[in-house]
């Protein structure tokens, strides 16, 4: 494929999306919608996925309590502890932690709604499971779009992975083809979806991760988080690492799987993420990941000594193959 750049970034960046769709860098503020998941509360499972912290992997999330008892407040603290990254005026309301759409549908359209009216919300992004899109949360969905036809609604499943022995081992709790049922519904309703993906689960070896990264090009996403694995303090996961079961990527491994994900992508996904933040406080392995600027900066340099980009054998691309 002809060499593309995405304002002189080798890959379609969301900052760049966000520049050329509102002139501005925009910060997602993740929010704590209070909420809990099947995989935990029994209706599933009561452990979560092997990976999953406590905090349902929103440690970054502006907390519900006491001194943030509501959406709005939660905005404004969030405004707060990027003032010191940014000066601009409009963010993102990211429900993270958790299911996001695990909860009576009053109470989602009442958080969904405190988010939207806010001025300075351009959009919220919903992160959930392909298995809870009930045909409620469908409809409340397909209502805010119409109610806020200047705002975005976008839907972020996690994935993780096509294999089925891996999803069996991360105890994801439901089949790909769940996943392959709500991008559907979904896209019935014109709302993007971004897929979360995570590279160096145990057991997965490079063409595993690239067979899940060409799978998704056959679907019609909006975008991608690849997202590195992070073992974290009081998981199964941290268990399995103490116990030599896997190990972790090392980063010359992770930036090298990371470009040829890139390379096989279609040049029209927006890519979200490219690393991952672990809380340091908890974070086990692997330490370079802290060190996020690095592992950027690092990354670039190499995809500039490759020519490489993203979408580079997207032509090429043979089809997909789940093991």
């Known amino acids: 494929m002809e060499k593309r750049v995405w304002d002189s970034k080798p890959y379609n960046s969301l900052n760049y999306y966000f520049q050329n769709r509102y002139g501005e860098k925009i910060y997602k503020i993740a929010l704590d919608g209070g909420m809990t998941c099947p995989n935990r509360d029994g209706v599933i499972d009561t452990r979560g996925c092997i990976f999953c912290s406590r905090g349902g992997s929103g440690e970054f999330a502006v907390p519900i309590d006491r001194e943030h008892p509501d959406i709005r407040a939660q905005l404004e603290e969030g405004k707060k502890r990027l003032a010191s990254k940014y000066a601009g005026a409009h963010f993102v309301a990211y429900f993270q932690p958790y299911t996001n759409t695990y909860a009576p549908i009053t109470y989602l359209e009442e958080i969904y709604t405190a988010a939207l009216e806010e001025e300075m919300v351009v959009g919220i992004s919903i992160a959930t499971r392909p298995d809870c899109l009930s045909l409620d949360v469908l409809n409340l969905l397909r209502d805010l779009k119409e109610r806020y036809p200047e705002k975005f609604i976008w839907v972020e499943l996690g994935l993780q992975t096509i294999h089925r022995e891996t999803a069996r081992y991360i105890r994801r709790g439901y089949e790909t083809s769940v996943f392959e049922e709500a991008v559907r519904k979904l896209q019935n309703l014109q709302i993007p979806v971004i897929v979360h993906v995570i590279l160096g689960l ?58 040829e994900c890139l390379e096989v992508l279609s040049p029209d996904l927006v890519i979200h993420r490219l690393t991952g933040d672990g809380p340091k406080e908890s974070l086990i392995a692997p330490t370079w990941s802290t060190n996020k600027k690095k592992v950027l900066n690092t990354l670039l340099g190499e995809m500039k000594t490759r020519d490489s980009w993203q979408g580079k054998r997207y032509e090429n691309t043979s089809s997909f193959h789940v093991i």
Do not use: C, W
């Open 202 to 259: 145990p057991g997965e070896t490079r063409q595993h991760m690239l067979s899940t990264v060409e799978y998704l090009n056959t679907f019609p996403i909006f975008g991608i988080k690849l997202q590195l694995l992070h073992v974290l303090e009081n998981t199964d996961l941290a268990v399995e690492f103490e116990n030599r079961v896997f190990d972790v990527l090392t980063m010359e491994e992770y930036i090298n799987i990371v470009i």
